[in-house]
């Protein structure tokens, strides 16, 4: 067995989420959205990212920009809503910005008595963007690191093909849930609560572990060491990583309706450090969950549903898509059940987590924690 060295308070102070927004949040690629969301002209999304507000738009549906969703003249959000369709316009005094961020025009300019040489330098502030495949991505690093250093090619390779199978409609939820974000990424990574946790809903379906390739299972003959775990350097790409398990399913009435992706038998799950899975059943329909933190004992979830792409565009799977959404959640509350009681009960003198070998993917993700976000800070 291999004894955690993390402290409890990771869990439970304010202090670690800093060194988190800092080390991750505000330093690595973050899954942001869903291209295809962004494809009409004015098309934006908000988020919060490490705590700050972002926008990410699009003028002509092609070309996509991210800024700091915080006017330049008093830091009003520019646009309030999730999603929508609306030009860079603050809604406080209607100072509007261009496709670049640049203040284009003032309302009641006469007020101000603002130079043409001040307004020539008010800009939003922007963050480096990436599509891949169906995903965007935003970085809030002042210099970000190429996004092949944080995913592997191959992993980047196959999330390019896995979501061009999306279907361009979505069903979307967001709600929050009272526990460290950190507990839901373990959760999401151990597969072994499904049987116990997951009794009725979902824990009968899945027939084998985690499958994937040779390099992403843990096989049980081999010998594991929990010394050389704790010594070994853990790199970034391989916090995420791929797995696939089978399921017994019978066709559902919509196997015929949508263009598959992959195998009818098989589970897909893919884990983007640090907050995002995406899973699929059958090929036939995707999941994206994110968790976000906002305290250290509070998090909102995100969850995007969608089917593969549908056959015939007339046909309508909203409605299949709205019963999937409340399935899933279904499952996730009974996580949320467990996960508020593992919150609510740790403190600072409580011991640290005990892994065993299948937790192997746990004990890298801590290994990586200690060695990247808390090294020389605690
Ligand atoms: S805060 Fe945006 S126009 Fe005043
Ligand atoms: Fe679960």
Redo the contacts with the bound molecule.
């Keep these: 067995m291999f004894r955690s060295d993390l402290p409890p308070d990771i869990y439970l102070s304010e202090k670690y989420l800093d060194l988190e927004n800092k080390k991750i949040f505000r330093d690595m690629w973050m899954f942001a959205g869903v291209r295809s969301t962004l494809s009409s002209k004015s098309a934006f999304l908000t988020r919060t990212i490490g705590g700050v507000p972002v926008v990410i738009t699009t003028d002509d549906g092609v070309t996509l920009k991210a800024f700091e969703n915080l006017?330049a003249?008093?830091?009003?959000p520019?646009q309030s809503k999730a999603f929508g369709k609306r030009a860079l316009v603050?809604p406080?005094?209607?100072?509007s910005y261009d496709h670049h961020g640049c203040l284009r025009a003032v309302a009641s300019a006469e007020l101000y008595q603002m130079r043409q040489s001040e307004k020539d330098g008010i800009k939003l502030r922007e963050f480096a963007i990436e599509v891949i495949g169906n995903f965007v991505f935003v970085n809030l690093a002042d210099k970000p690191r190429p996004i092949g250093d944080q995913f592997s090619a191959e992993f980047l390779t196959q999330i390019a093909d896995v979501t061009s199978y999306f279907d361009p409609q979505y069903a979307y939820t967001t709600f929050e849930v009272d526990y460290n974000w950190k507990f839901n990424l373990e959760n999401v990574m151990d597969y072994n609560h499904i049987p116990f946790v997951h009794t009725q809903s979902f824990g009968g379906l899945i027939k084998r572990k985690e499958a994937a390739s040779e390099e992403n299972q843990f096989r049980e003959d081999v010998v594991w060491d929990a010394e050389e775990a704790r010594k070994a350097t853990v790199a970034l790409p391989e916090l995420s990583y791929y797995g696939t398990a089978e399921m017994s399913l019978k066709p559902r009435w919509y196997t015929d309706l949508v263009r598959r992706y992959g195998d009818r038998d098989l589970y897909y799950s893919w884990h983007l450090y640090p907050n995002v899975n995406f899973c699929s059943v059958a090929g036939e329909w995707f999941l994206i969950q994110q968790y976000e933190p906002i305290s250290p004992k509070r998090m909102r979830y995100h969850l995007w549903v969608t089917t593969a792409e549908r056959l015939n565009k007339k046909r309508d799977l909203t409605a299949l898509m709205v019963g999937l959404m409340q399935a899933e959640k279904k499952i996730i509350d009974e996580d949320v059940v467990f996960l508020n009681n593992l919150q609510r009960n740790l403190h600072t003198g409580a011991s640290s987590a005990l892994h065993g070998a299948y937790e192997y993917r746990l004990i890298r993700l801590g290994k990586w924690y200690r060695d990247n976000v808390l090294a020389g800070e605690v």
Excluded at 92 to 95: D, G, L, R
């Design positions: 006017c003249h008093r830091q009003m520019i603050c406080y005094h209607a100072w």
